[in-house]
């Protein structure tokens, strides 16, 4: 039987390769070039959009960051899925909301925009939250900061309001 020290090192060295070699992305899925791409594309939209908010919502920044992560979208999961995923009938309040609030962004009423796309945001992608905050409580820095007792609560009654857990 191996020791303990011998699985802790092996849980060590699986833990490495996995994020190094970028496994824990792959979720069944193949990481293809599109994918990579995709990543990239969908994480420089996130930060544009950061930027263009931090920035007293700069119109061509909030431009940039809704064009790469509606294309970064588009390249993970494929063009015929993502046309599934943003014209399911059940969501069609939250692509309403979002793509005019990209509408709205271009036009050059940045902060109305951004408001309504948040909305349409929160509606597409919010069966997505539980996923992600159990995802990030497993990192190793920001879950040890999320799994504080005063944060973890407020953090579930947010995250898994009106859902069955």
């Given at each position: 039987?191996?020791?303990?020290?011998?699985?802790?090192?092996?849980r060590?060295?699986?833990?490495r390769?996995?994020l190094?070699?970028?496994?824990?992305?792959?979720?069944?899925?193949p990481?293809?070039?599109?994918?990579?791409?995709?990543l990239?594309f969908s994480?420089?939209g996130?930060?544009?959009?950061?930027?263009?908010v931090?920035?007293?919502?700069d119109?061509?920044?909030?431009?940039?960051?809704?064009?790469l992560?509606?294309?970064?979208?588009?390249?993970?999961?494929?063009?015929?899925?993502?046309l599934?995923?943003?014209?399911q009938?059940?969501?069609?309040k939250?692509?309403?909301?979002?793509?005019s609030?990209?509408?709205?962004?271009?036009v050059?009423?940045?902060?109305?925009g951004?408001?309504?796309?948040?909305?349409g945001?929160?509606?597409?992608?919010?069966?997505?939250?539980?996923?992600?905050?159990?995802?990030a409580?497993?990192?190793p820095?920001?879950?040890?900061?999320?799994?504080?007792p005063?944060?973890?609560t407020?953090?579930d009654?947010?995250?898994?309001?009106?859902?069955?857990?």
């Open positions: 039987f191996p020791s303990h020290r011998d699985r802790k090192k092996n060590k060295t699986r833990v390769n996995c190094f070699s970028m496994n824990f992305l792959n979720a069944g899925m990481m293809s070039d599109s994918r990579k791409i995709g990239g994480g420089l996130l930060f544009f959009l950061f930027l263009g931090l920035l007293f919502f119109t061509a920044l909030l431009t940039m960051g809704n064009i992560f509606i294309s970064g979208v588009t390249l993970v999961i494929g063009a015929k899925k993502a599934l995923f943003f014209f009938w059940s969501k069609w939250g692509t309403a909301c979002f793509f609030g990209v509408l709205i962004v271009l050059g009423w940045p902060f109305i951004i408001c309504i796309q948040l909305f945001f929160i509606n597409l992608f919010g069966d997505f939250f539980p996923i992600a905050l159990r995802f409580r497993n990192l820095i920001i879950g040890a900061i999320l799994r504080l005063v944060l973890a407020v953090l009654k947010i995250v898994y309001s009106g859902r069955a857990v």
